[in-house]
């Protein structure tokens, strides 16, 4: 989801009933107009104290549900086995590696904030 705060804010943000958020993509956001100035992040909850895997699935899962990943798969698995063929298993290939390519950027940005927050 997309929060809005009038000061930067933390990367892990524990919420005192036993959940945290975990901020991420944290920019300024300047006001224009009457709109006041304030900062922009997307965010995740994670229950429990936030851990490096629980952060990781809560990303990926706020940015591709199980039905959107598993399509990725299961096609990019059907152009690999010879099922598709021509431009439709470029395109499902190259989703993949896409998605891949976003999950492992996920996974160093996670680590970089938790080894920033210790």
């Known amino acids: 989801m997309k929060s809005v705060f009038d000061n930067k804010p933390s990367v892990i943000l524990p919420l005192g009933n036993g959940a945290y958020y975990y ?6 956001r300047v006001g224009e107009g ?3 100035s304030g900062w922009e ?4 909850k994670v229950w429990g104290k936030p851990n490096y895997g629980d952060i990781v699935r809560a990303v990926i899962r706020n940015e591709y549900d199980a039905n ?3 399509d990725l798969v299961n096609s990019y698995n059907a152009a690999v086995a010879g099922l598709t063929d021509g431009d439709k298993a470029k395109a499902d290939t190259a989703a993949y590696i896409a998605f891949i390519g976003r999950v492992s950027a996920i ?3 996670v680590r970089k904030d938790i080894e920033a927050e210790n």
């Open 23 to 28: 901020n991420y993509n944290i920019h300024e």
């Open 34 to 36: 009457d709109e006041p």
């Open 41 to 44: 992040c997307d965010t995740v």
């Open 68 to 70: 959107a990943e598993f």
């Open 107 to 109: 996974k160093a940005m």
